[in-house]
């Protein structure tokens, strides 16, 4: 499964906590990352993670891609 992570009005101090990669965006407090997920379990786990780090509100995770069977 693939997502897209979007971040915003979050400090760059916070940021550099993420356990992942990504680009700043729109300005210096926003953030972009994209994310691959081999379960929904793994999803929410990350989702826990960000509520706790950055709180409730300040992020959104979209599923761009979400399939069983992989392109030949």
């Not at 400090?11 to 926003?30: H, I, R």
């Not at 990352?33 to 709180?55: P, R, T």
Request: proline share 3%; aromatic share 14%; hydrophobic share 45%.
């Amino acid at each position: 499964m693939k997502a897209i992570l979007l971040i915003w009005n979050v400090k760059t101090t916070v940021l550099e906590k993420l356990p992942f990669e990504g680009s700043l965006a729109y300005g210096e407090y926003d953030f972009i990352a994209s994310l691959e997920f081999h379960s929904v379990a793994e999803l929410e786990n990350l989702k826990k993670s960000l509520y706790k780090l950055i709180g409730i509100g300040n992020f959104v995770i979209y599923v761009v891609r979400y399939s069983k069977i992989q392109p030949k």
